[in-house]
């Protein structure tokens, strides 16, 4: 069941300040009466709460972000239209202001410590900015394919979608989802699944996909909501007004974790191993054929790295609470 928290007043990042906000999330599992086994899981740009659907193998009962032993929040990110409403017309957001937003909903339920933090591409930046922002509050933060500030040629193909939301209605919309589709998979992928083949009509097989995926997201995204949230990823970086990315996320009291994509054309391995290195944190890649969106496409791969972490988060648990006691 999606939740909802109303929000009097929010201060942006740019000095706006918004009244009545609503802030939406999803909450999979319990938290415990200690009431510090949360994980804050954040959606990329066309997502929402639904974890369980679109990080389908990585969260649910048994799985790497346990169910059945954490309570797994998945917020409904600030600019987004799945839930989460009440900027006015005009307004900007940063992945900053989406950090903070979300994290109204650990003092509405009283969450003392969240064990992990994770998402990726702009859930990835998300929670570097979380990492930044509340400093000691998560015991791990993986980062999967984000840099720590968006890069010059994201930045252009964000320009190319944002020309064709300029030609307005469902086919803009459609387009610029047809070339964002171009950057988040390979072209080792397009010519393995599609090649030459044609459709009985005579349109080539590749084309069709795209077209699928233009009307899949012109039926349920708002093009005012997406033109915001990649407004956003343009403005991100987690070192702007920190001293640097190095200082911004040293500061950061918990341990840091990067991952890197093979092949991703979006955001390099190199772009997310330099944010590690500066940060003194752990790097790790996955290798996959199908670029940027392995993230999302490789549970297995994304599983086995969420369950190292987690199981050195409890570890340092059970260890501290030795030396305490």
């Known amino acids: 069941m999606i939740c909802k928290l109303h929000v009097d007043r929010f201060a942006l990042e740019s000095g706006q300040v918004v009244p009545e906000l609503t802030q939406a999330w999803r909450v ?8 510090d086994n949360a994980i804050f899981v954040f959606h990329s740009l066309t997502g929402g709460t639904e974890a369980e659907q679109w990080w389908r193998g990585v969260v649910g009962p048994g799985l790497a972000l346990d169910t059945d032993r954490y309570a797994v929040y998945c917020p409904n990110l600030l600019g987004s239209c799945f839930g989460t409403g009440g900027l006015p017309p005009g307004a900007s957001v940063t992945p900053r202001d989406m950090a903070r937003f979300a994290a109204l909903l650990v003092a509405a339920d009283r969450i003392r410590s969240v064990a992990l933090a994770t998402g990726g591409s702009l859930g990835g930046m998300v929670a570097l900015e979380w990492a930044a922002e509340l400093r000691s509050l998560s015991r791990a933060v993986v980062v999967f394919a984000a840099p720590a500030a968006h890069t010059a040629s994201a930045i252009a193909h964000n320009h190319v979608q944002r020309r064709a939301l300029e030609l307005g209605g469902e086919a803009g919309l459609a387009v610029a989802r047809m070339a964002a589709i171009l950057t988040y998979r390979t072209s080792a992928e397009f010519e393995a699944r ?4 044609r459709r009985a009509d005579g349109a080539f097989q590749v084309q069709s996909y795209l077209d699928h995926h233009g009307d ?7 093009p005012t909501s997406y033109r915001l949230l990649i407004d956003a990823m343009d403005a991100h970086d987690v070192g702007r007004g920190r001293g640097g990315v190095a200082a911004a996320l040293r500061a950061a009291r ?6 890197g994509i093979g092949g991703d054309l979006l955001y390099s391995p190199g772009d997310v191993r330099s944010w590690v290195q500066a940060a003194g944190g752990s790097y790790h890649e996955l290798a996959s054929a199908h670029g940027h969106d392995a993230f999302l496409l490789e549970p297995a791969a994304v599983s086995a790295i ?11 648990q059970i260890v501290g609470l030795e030396v305490a006691s």
Do not use: W
């Not at 999979?28 to 009431?35: D, M, S, V, W």
């Not at 599609?194 to 083949?197: E, M, N, S, V």
């Not at 899949?216 to 708002?222: G, Q």
């Not at 369950?307 to 570890?315: D, I, Q, S």
């Open 28 to 35: 999979y599992g319990q938290l415990n009466a200690r009431r």
């Open 194 to 197: 599609f090649g030459r083949d």
């Open 216 to 222: 899949k997201l012109v039926s349920r995204m708002d």
């Open 306 to 316: 969420l369950r190292r972490v987690l199981a050195m988060v409890e570890t340092e």
């Open 254 to 259: 918990t341990r840091l974790h990067g991952v």
